[in-house]
Every structure is written in structure tokens, then in C-alpha cells.
């Protein structure tokens, strides 16, 4: 996965209890996922890891009164966009707050993502524990038929190990659950330079079967936020069908 990840999302909404488990068509709290035991870093080599799981959930409310937890992720968000964003956008800008994550976990807007071993699991289980926060995704239902995501974070030192793909097998997974088909997402791309990371995410995005469908008018969207552009940017609206 591409540094960030991050499209925008209108901060609004219902707020979803339903999740769901990779592979299960049933509803439940979390999703828990295996990694492989030596996955191909981006440079090409491999990484041995003690039997990796990624757990993937949505927090209950009560989350949202977790200080920590709340300053964790939102460190781990701004720190990716810094680098996914660089140059789009004028100094000081930062891409969340505590305030609009605790807002989003309370309303049941925002997976997170664990990392866990096996080594971690409780002895009565036998199921991995949650460890090392590693990444987050705003998820919205849209309209009776499509959900969008945005703030698609992981982060840097677990890129490359095929974790942004399950965090998007989760969200797909809970879009189905919802009744919705289709996913939406979007993209900042600046039109006086070429992005290398932007052109990446984008790539990406494609290989994950994203369709670019329109180009919209992020003043419109946004219009708190467009003043804060360091440069003109092309908003690119993507959308795939789950089914």
C-alpha cells in the first residue's frame, strides 16, 4: 500500500454497529485476518514475522473517552499524510484532530487496525490479542446503496506486507453487509506536478479494481479546506462494484 491513504470524507452520518469477519457472512465486532509468515517487502526483500495477524474493528463509543488511544491514531494519521500530502497543501495543515476522531469513533465511523501474534493469544481462546495500532479507515454509508471511505492510514514500517489490502477487504466486507454494492473514494492529485506518491495510490487504487468516475470540485466539498491548497489540484472521485 502507497504512503497514506487518504481521501476526504463529509463528516455526517449514521453510525453503524454492524461489523463484520473477513470470510464470514455473519456480523460481528472484529475481523482477524492472517498475514503470510515472509511477505515481500516493497524493496523486493522479505520480512520473517512471528505469525502476524491483522485485527481489524470497529471501537464501541465508550472508545471515544480512551485519551490514549484517541492520541495514538491520531498521530498515526497526520504523520502518513505529512508524507502522502506533501506539497499539496500550505504549512500547518494537519489532516485530523482528537476531537474529530474521538467524534468519528463515537459514532461508529472508524476501523482500526491491530497488529497481533499468535505468541499474544490468551491461553483459553487460542485468538490473537490486539497489539501494535498499525492503521485506521473513516467508512460512511452514503446512500441505501454505497458506502465511501476516507483517511485510509498505515502505517510506513508494516507498508508493503499486504495489510492495506485486508483493511480493504474489511471494509468491502461491511459495505456488503450493509446492502450497499458499490465503495467510493477520492483522491487529491496536484495538476502542476507529478505526485510520485499520489501517481502510486492511484495505480493502486486501479489494481484494487477503482474506477475513476468524475472529477469534482473540492471548493465545493470543502470549502474550509480549499483555501489551505499550496497549488490547483484535480479532485478525482473513484468508485468500484463489490457485486
Known sequence: MPNG?????????????????????????KSSTGAMSTPALSNGTEATLDTPRLIIEFPPAA???????????TKLVNLVFIEA???IWNHGFVRTSDAEVADFIRKGQLAVAYLASLTLASEDQGSPQKGQLVGCVYVKRASDTMCTLGMLTLDKTHQGLGLGR?????VEEYCLSLGCDTLGLDILVPTSYAHPLKTRMEAWYRRLGFQLVRLA?????????????AGPVDYRVFEKKLK
Open 63 to 73: 472508545a471515544a473517552d480512551d485519551l490514549s488511544l484517541i492520541s495514538a491514531i
Open 5 to 29: 491513504g487518504l481521501g476526504y470524507s463529509v463528516r455526517e452520518k449514521t453510525h453503524h454497529k454492524q461489523t463484520i469477519r473477513i470470510g464470514e457472512p455473519t456480523n460481528t465486532s
Open 85 to 87: 500530502e506533501v506539497g
Open 166 to 170: 485486508e483493511i480493504f477487504k474489511f
Open 217 to 229: 470540485d473540492f471548493a465545493d466539498d470543502y470549502p474550509a479546506l480549499a483555501p489551505l491548497l
